[in-house]
């Protein structure tokens, strides 16, 4: 499932200029294809602001997401990799793999959890994905 969903919604950058864009950039495939709308970057954003960064799953990884409602079309993922890492406010550690989430309703992305979760479980596949060469690798790795 995770395979399919970040089927050519992967991209790879050297720095950003903060946070922000990161999260901007991780999100430009699933917007390009009309899969969530703009709104829903900016609620992501918002959420951080407002809520902290309750979506750092595990050291270096976040999984920025929203609601439903915020403007996901239908179910999707994408992924961006920093190869510098961008720090978050009241985060000593920085992030370095970005796994948009967007959900078309309350449970159809629950099997992607899983398997997004499965997948990091393991320190040594995050450890790959943060090294592999190109997105063809990251995806054969996912």
Partial sequence: MLCALLKNNIQIVENVD???HAIHIAA??????KLIEPRYVNKIITNIHELGTYMILTPGVIM???????????????L???NNGVLFPN???PVYLF???AAQDGSAHLDAIVA???????EDNIEMIKKAPDTDSIHKLV
């Fill in 91 to 93: 985060n000593d550690e």
């Fill in 99 to 101: 796994f948009v989430l």
């Fill in 80 to 82: 961006l990799r920093v």
């Fill in 116 to 122: 997004l979760a499965t997948l990091l479980e393991s």
């Fill in 64 to 78: 920025p997401h929203a609601r439903p409602e915020d403007g996901a079309l239908r179910t999707s993922m994408s």
């Fill in 28 to 33: 430009e495939p699933l917007l390009n294809k």
């Fill in 18 to 20: 903060d946070w922000e």
